[in-house]
């Protein structure tokens, strides 16, 4: 990180953009998946006691499920907002050296990034096994050449 340590980053606040985006999916798909297994169970016959009992189970730790990714969710949100007001105040306060600043720092990020793939690729290439060399014989093409 190019400046105040205290300060989170361009890419920090992107990453937590990410995890607030992905809890918020995840809660979604939590609803749905409930929401399913509601309908099930309402077109469950009232006489069949077993599986509505199970479906009632299921539903009720959906339920705590979409408890949890609310919280979650709540709590990716409020750690983006935070970190992204933080950043964006103080790049007010600083005008345009700031964002260049900021705009050093994300390209900065990448090219860690990217290093760090290179090396992995580079690592996953020294570790593959090794094609076995074949000889290949001499060919006589009848011209003289070989002698």
Known sequence: MLFD???PSAAHVEQLGRER???KQALEETHRRTGRLQEQRDHTGLLHFRDRGRLDDLICDGQ???ERQLERCHLAKRAHDLAAGRLYDWLGEHGDNAARLVAADRELADRQRHDQL???RQRAVEQAPSWPERKLPARDRGIGLDR
Do not use: G, P, Q
């Open 21 to 23: 985006d992905r809890a």
């Open 64 to 66: 705590t499920a979409c």
């Open 118 to 120: 290179a090396i992995a």
């Open 5 to 7: 340590a205290h300060l």
